[in-house]
């Protein structure tokens, strides 16, 4: 890879030196070909880690497995361009105030209350003052919602991806349920689960747009 790079940088500085139809087509076809390479190889690297990844969950080495996963994640993790807007229209580049943007704009849209103003009808009016009581999940319930947990979707802050909790058995799953059910009795989060990972989706014709 590294020497098809080469070559293309020299085909690159040939064709500043001497712009001329041949010096340009020649660049080009050293480009093609470079960038073929560099596919390939990148292909081949990723082919040799998921085959490595396969085989340590095939010997159930978890420990292994997990490791491998989030080298893997860490290596293929995109960066995200620090940019939006802020009330006012104004763009805005440091990182600090992209980051308080975010706060205040998660911030406004997540507290608020609900009051009679939003309900349908009288009933439901009523109904906001009156506490009703709720059973907790069953276990059933729960291991049933971890099994219906979609594969190949993004890990949390944590790194743990959802096929990691599905292949760890009952043993894993009788724990969850029971975090859950003292989360329940004391009506609390964790405070690891109140963090979350912000990834901006950007318009295609306005880069500043989210």
Not at 100 to 109: D, M, S
Not at 143 to 153: V, Y
Request: net charge positive; proline share 3%; hydrophobic share 30%.
């Amino acid at each position: 890879m590294q020497g098809s790079n080469k070559r293309k940088e020299y085909s690159e500085k040939k064709s500043l030196q001497i712009r001329t139809r041949a010096t340009q087509e020649e660049y080009e076809e050293k480009r093609r070909i470079a960038t073929k390479i560099c596919r390939n190889k990148k292909k081949h690297w990723l082919n040799n880690r998921i085959k490595e990844i396969e085989e340590v969950h095939r010997r159930n080495e978890t420990r292994k497995f997990y490791k491998y996963i989030k080298i893997f994640k860490t290596t293929e993790q995109a960066r995200t361009l620090l940019l939006c807007k802020n009330d006012k229209g104004k763009v805005l580049t440091e990182k600090q105030q992209v980051l308080e943007r975010w706060k205040h704009y998660f911030n406004e849209a997540l507290n608020w209350e609900l009051t009679p103003e939003h309900t349908n009808s009288e009933h439901e009016s009523e109904n906001l003052n009156e506490e009703v009581e709720i059973p907790p999940s069953t276990y059933n319930e729960v291991s049933d919602i971890i099994q219906k947990l979609r594969n190949n979707k993004a890990p949390g802050p944590d790194n743990i991806i959802y096929e990691l909790i599905k292949e760890g058995g009952r043993k894993l799953k009788h724990r969850i349920y029971m975090l859950i059910l003292k989360i329940w009795e004391k009506e609390e989060l964790p405070a690891d689960w109140e963090n979350s990972i912000i990834c901006p989706l950007y318009k295609k014709r306005r880069s500043n747009a989210v």
